[in-house]
C-alpha cells in the first residue's frame, strides 16, 4: 500500500498483478516483430526522429500521385503531415492491393444475421466501389461534400465509405441504434449534402425500421438534399418523391470506371461524432495520409497481420474501431476482414463462435463488454466450438478486468493466443499502446507498452511527471499522423478540450500509471476519479477486485457525496448465477478488503439486474453517480443504450 503520506494529486495504485504471460515461441519466431529488442530497437528509432520515421514509412506503405515536400507542419494544435502530396485512401484500399497481385484475394466476407452470407474480392470491391462512386458523383457530391451514413453492418456500407474517399468527400457515419433526433443533429452540425440508409437492418431477429428513423431525422436535417435507400430487409418504408431514391436503381444507371480522385494529405476523410461527457457531441475530424497511413500500421503492427489471416473486429462501422479496423486499417494492408450485422447472441449465445469456427477466423478483435457478456451466458456456448484457428486475440474500448482477461485468454485463445489490449480513442484515430503479439510479455489489464513513434507521459496538474508507480494524466507529448485535426466546425473547442490544460502536450482525459516495468495501467476517466479521505482511487482497479469474485459478472465503482470522507466508494454490480443477499453484500465488502485493502471497501453496494452503458459498450459512470447521489434528474441519457435500464436501478435500490 503507498504511504499516507503520498501526494495528495496522484492517484493511488491499490492494484496488484503479477502473473506475466510470454509470447508463444512459435508465433514470435514468425512474427514481425518477434521479441521484445526487436520492439525496443524500432521505438528508440521512432521516437529519435519522429517525423524522419513516419515520412518514410509514409513514402514506402502509400501510393503517391504527387510525392510530399514536408513530413510535418506542426501550429500547435493542429497538424499537417506529409504536406503537399497527393494520395486516395480508397486507392490505397483497393487499386494498390490489386496492383500487387491481390486482385483475388477476399477482401471482404460478410455474413448477415439471418444467416445470409457474401464475399467480395478486391477486384469485386473494387468495381463496386467505383460504381457507387459514380452515383454519388451522379447526385451531385462532390469533393469536400458531407455524406451522412446510417445504415447496418453491411458490405454497401463499407462500400459506400470507400466511394466517398474516392471522390474526396467527407463521411459521417452514424451508428444505426441513435435516435432521429440524435442523427438530425449531427447532420446538421455537419451541414450533410447526402444520406445513405437502409429500410432496415436485422438485430435479434426483428427489423430495426432505419428508414422510418431517417424520415424523421430529414425532416430537421434542412441540408440534407438527397437520400439514398439500400434494399435491405425488404420492410415497407415510404419514399419521397425526389428526395428518395433506392440504391440498386441508381447503380443501374451507372459504369464501373472511376479513377481515385488524387487528394491533398489533408482533405478530410471522415467526421465521427463522439459522445463528450456533457453536451453536444464532438465531430472529431480525420484527414487522408496521416490517418490512413497510421491506421494501415498500426493494424500489422497489432495484430501481426500475415497474409492468410482471416482477420475479425466486431465493431461497428458506428465507432472509430469500425472505421480504422473493419475498413480502413485491414483493407489498407490487403487483409480478408470478416463484417458481421447482428447481435452475439442471435439465435444463441454461441453466434460469434460459430462464425470463428466457420470461417476459420484467426485474428479476433472485441470489447471487454462483449467478453464480460460471454462469461455471464456460460462457457458452454464456448466449448460447443472448435476455435483452434485463433492465433491472436485483441480488446479494446473499456479496460478489461484482469479476471475476464484470463477467461478471455483461456476459454477463447485455448492458453495460446496473446491479447492485445489496445488503449486509443477516436481522437488518436488508430490504436497508441498495445503489446505486440510475437514480442511483449503481457500482464493481465495493462496495455502494456507505446507503438512506434508514440511518445506518450504521465502526469499531475501541474504537467510535472509523477512518481513511478503513481496514477496521473495520460497526454502525448509529440504530434502522430493519426491525431484529430481539430473538431467540425469549433477549432476553439478542440483547443480547449485538449490542448489548454497541459500547454504543449495532448490531453487523453484518461487517468494511467506505469508500473516497475514501464507498462501502462489506464485507470478510468480523469473526470471519474474517486477520493475517499483524500486518497484518490482509480474505478477500474475496485470494479477488479469485485469481478474478480466468482459470483460477480460486471461492476461500477463510482465516488457519491459523503460528509465524513468527501466522498465514498458505492458500487453497481451484475451477478452471474447468484441472487443478491445482505449475506453477499458483506462477502463482497470482505472480498475487497482482502483484494485491495481497508481504503477501498465499498460504503454501499448495488445489485443490478444490468448496468447502464453507452451504445458502444461503455459503462456509464456518470449516471450511476447520479443515481447514488440521489439526485432526481440524471444527466444527459442520449448515448445511453438501453433506457430501463436506469429504472430497473432505481427499483432495485427503492427495495
Ligand atoms: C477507453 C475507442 C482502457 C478510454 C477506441 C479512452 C480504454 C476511451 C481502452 C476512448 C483500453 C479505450 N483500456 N481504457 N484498452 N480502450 N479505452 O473514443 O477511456 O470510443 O479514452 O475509442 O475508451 O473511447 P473511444
Redesign the pocket.
Known sequence: MPPSDSPSNQIQNVMREERLFPPPAELSANSAIGSMEAYQELYAKSTADPVAFWSDLAKEELHWFEPFQEGLVWEEPVAKWFVGGKTNVSYNCLDRNIEKGLGDKTAIIWEGEPGDAKTLTFKELHTEVCRFSNVLKKLGVEEGDVVSIYMPMTPELAIAMLACARVGAVHSVVFGGFSSEALAERNRDANAKVQLTADGGWRRGKVLPLKETVDEALEKSPSVEHCIVLKRCENEITMKEGRDHWWHDLLEEVDADCPATPLDSETPLFILY?SGSTGKPKG?KHTTAGYNLYAKKTFEWVFDHQQDDIYWCTADCG???GH?YVVYGPLSAGATTLLYEGAPNHPEPDRFWDLVEKYKVTLFYTA?TAVRAFIKWGDEWVEKHDLSSLRVLG??????NPEAWMWYYEKIGGGKCPIV????????GG?M??PLPGATPLKPGS?TKPLPGIIPAIVDETGEPVEPGFGGMLVITHPWPGMLRGLWGDMERYQETYWAKIPHNYL???NARQDEDGYYW?M??IDDVINVSGHRLST?EVESALVSHDKVAEAAAIGRPDDLTGQAISVFVTLKDAEPSEELKKALKLHVRHEIGALAVPADIHFAVALPK?R?G?IMRRLLRDIASGKEEVGDTSTLEDYTVLAKLREKDES
Do not use: N
Open positions: 463522439t472529431i465507432w472509430i474501431t480504422s471487454p480488446s479494446v474500448g473499456e479496460g478489461i489490449d489496445t488503449w486509443w480513442q477516436t481522437e488518436t490504436i499502446m498495445s496495455c487523453a482525459g484518461d489506464i478510468g476517466r477500474i453507452t458502444s461503455k
